[in-house]
């Protein structure tokens, strides 16, 4: 598969909300680490949000992609039903890297903020001026 990692940049979507990620700490089945990957994650780089109806510990996970298409975390339990249930019903979700958290701070452990929108337009990063 190739992946682009691409920046998106127009006027904030008034239908945009920002969740964090649960997870970033695991390391994945195939042996990526989620925090390696996430370092190399920007603000505004595109996320996948993918199901995952069969993962053994929990058939309704969304699982959190990079722009590279490594998996960087999943959705808190809560938020993956009702995002899971509306991707299974063909709504367009898109989601961006808003910021990862602790990456300025050495050594600190890496977690993730994303934006998403759930009417098939691209999440804007909110201005933080």
Known sequence: MFYICS????????????????GEQH??????SRQDELA???PGEMLTLA?????????MAVAVLSCRGVKVGYLRRDRA???GSKIDRGFDVRA?????????LHGSPLGLVMRVNMDGEEPEL???G
């Open 7 to 22: 920046h998106m940049g127009h006027e904030m979507g008034w239908s945009d909300f920002s969740l964090p990620a649960v």
């Open 126 to 128: 909110r201005d933080r």
């Open 96 to 104: 961006i890297v808003e910021r990862v958290k602790g990456i300025q």
């Open 81 to 83: 039903v009702w995002i």
């Open 51 to 59: 199901r995952e109806p069969e993962n053994e510990h929990d058939p």
């Open 40 to 42: 190399r994650c920007q």
């Open 27 to 32: 390391d994945n089945e195939d042996g990526t």
